[in-house]
């Protein structure tokens, strides 16, 4: 590819064109590089049940609509066995239609920090799950 010829770096890539019999072999020849190396993942191709602990930065070059399907993607990395920190690049232009993704994604996500209770072990979230457990339902169904 251009990447490995220009910046003499191992390069590989996987998209829905590879087949699923592939995709294990291509991670692991990431996973051996001991030098820095490019593995470019279509999200909805590589988004899940891979492991590639062996990435530390995930750049996002598309945004998707859907927060959900990046967060699944950028997981990929954050697996056990992660040894070094990891960090996610989001990529967009000020001032277009990406921006708006942007914002409307972190709106998605906002969103669901307040409507999910209970994830982060808060002794507050218990006492809201027990209330919301213990309110009776609606009597007399008119």
């Not at 593995?39 to 598309?62: E, F, K, Q, S, W």
């Not at 967009?92 to 307040?114: G, P, S």
Request: proline fraction near 4%.
């Amino acid at each position: 590819s251009d990447i490995s010829g220009r910046f003499v770096v191992h390069c590989d890539w996987i998209d829905g064109r590879v087949p699923q019999s592939d995709r294990q072999h291509k991670i692991d020849m990431f996973f051996k590089n001991n030098s820095p190396a490019v593995l470019i993942l279509n999200p909805r191709a590589a988004g899940t049940g891979l492991n590639i602990t062996a990435a530390n930065h995930v750049i996002h070059y598309n945004l998707e609509w859907n927060p959900a399907l990046e967060d699944q993607a950028s997981a990929r990395a954050y697996r056990r066995g992660q040894t070094k920190p990891v960090t996610i690049h989001r990529l967009f232009y000020i001032n277009t239609v990406e921006e708006v993704i942007n914002m409307r994604i972190e709106q998605k996500r906002a969103l669901a920090d307040i409507a999910v209770s209970g994830t982060d072990g808060e002794t507050d979230n218990y006492r809201d799950i027990l209330a919301a457990l213990q309110i009776s339902p609606i009597e007399g169904g008119n």
